[in-house]
């Protein structure tokens, strides 16, 4: 069973620390999906995008799913709406959340790389 607490308190990270760039849509504090918009930086196509986060039953312990919603950025790590990232694998922490997981997708788009 999901730990309601830490979802409670993935939602204040977002509140309490808002970071331009990354942004937490209008969901229910309850839930365990998080609609995130992610603003890019890289002139002359900076972009929006949006991220679907859901934690699961064994998150923190686990990665949560993460999937773009369309548009999909053009990015080599992107495919379609799946991710390729060490983090959301083997590199997990339990110590990351939502919000780092956000802006650490958002750095690799932005690198383009």
């Not at 309601?4 to 942004?23: A, T, Y």
Request: with cysteine; charged share 25%.
């Amino acid at each position: 069973m999901i730990n309601l607490k830490r979802i409670k308190w993935e939602h204040e990270v977002f509140m309490q620390n808002p970071i331009d760039e990354v942004q937490l849509e209008e969901i229910k504090e309850s839930s365990t999906c998080f609609i995130v918009r992610l603003k890019t930086s890289t002139a002359p196509r900076q972009k929006e995008y949006r991220l679907m986060i859901e934690l699961t039953d064994k998150y923190p312990f686990e990665p949560p799913r993460v999937r773009f919603l369309q548009p999909w950025p053009a990015c080599p790590y992107v495919h379609g709406e799946s991710i390729c990232m060490d983090i959301l694998r083997e590199k997990w922490s339990p110590a990351l959340n939502v919000q780092k997981l956000a802006l650490s997708i958002l750095s690799l788009i932005n690198s383009g790389k």
